[in-house]
């Protein structure tokens, strides 16, 4: 009889220390879940206004210099062709009268063939600039891209948005705005190469 009852108190205890592991782990898990939680890191974000700062950057505006400067050059002589065109064609109306219907014809004829082909001339001068500037505009973007790419892994930034005529942000606060310190560093680091590429083409 007193080895069941021996044999009794022995399951009991194993049971008892078996539930009491069970309430120490469960204690410890609730604990740790009160624990104050390890800080989030704050996630660094900023936005550049991209029209602003094409408009500032030097870079972008010497191109559109260049190519102000090139369509005016390339246009002069097709200009001086245009108004020798426009003041023959307003003699026309005059000559006509002079010269009979028969000249009116031919001479017509002509004026027309040259107003399509003076058309076609400064459309395809257009066209040319166009591909031109489009080209070195790509690889300006491109590099400012890549730019605003290491510029935002050295500042620890998670997010760099764009704003302005590609807009992809509705609002944002003015003190996420860091596009005057990308203009500045970008106009610096322009300012700092341009002596180098002029000594590289001579």
Same mark, same amino acid.
């Given at each position: ?25 469960l ?42 400067? !090139?369509?005016? %050059? ?8 245009? =108004?020798?065109?426009? *003041?023959? /064609?307003?003699?026309? $109306?005059?000559?006509?009268?002079a ?7 031919? !001479?017509?004829? %002509? ?8 058309? =076609?001339?400064?459309? *395809?001068? /257009?066209?040319?600039? $166009?591909?031109?500037?489009?080209k ?67």
């Amino acid at each position: 009889m007193k080895s069941k009852i021996h044999e009794y108190q022995k399951r009991n205890i194993k049971n008892m220390s078996k539930k009491a592991l069970v309430i120490i782990a469960l204690s410890i898990t609730v604990l740790s879940c009160n624990k104050p939680a390890t800080a989030v890191k704050e996630v660094k974000t900023a936005y550049v206004d991209t029209s602003v700062l094409m408009k500032e950057y030097t870079e972008a505006k010497d191109l559109e210099a260049k190519y102000k400067a !090139k369509s005016e %050059e390339k246009g002069r002589q097709l200009d001086a062709e245009i =108004a020798r065109f426009k *003041q023959e /064609a307003a003699g026309f $109306q005059a000559q006509a009268q002079a010269n009979g219907q028969a000249w009116a014809q031919q !001479k017509g004829a %002509e004026l027309q063939k040259r107003e399509q082909q003076l058309g =076609a001339a400064q459309q *395809q001068l /257009a066209q040319e600039l $166009q591909q031109e500037s489009g080209k070195e505009m790509d690889s300006l973007v491109s590099g400012v891209k890549k730019f605003i790419k290491t510029y935002g892994k050295e500042k620890g930034y998670s997010y760099i948005y764009g704003t302005g005529d590609a807009a992809s942000i509705l609002y944002a606060e003015d003190k996420y705005d860091i596009t005057k310190e990308i203009i500045k560093e970008l106009n610096d680091k322009y300012k700092s190469a341009t002596p180098k590429e002029a000594e590289a083409k001579k």
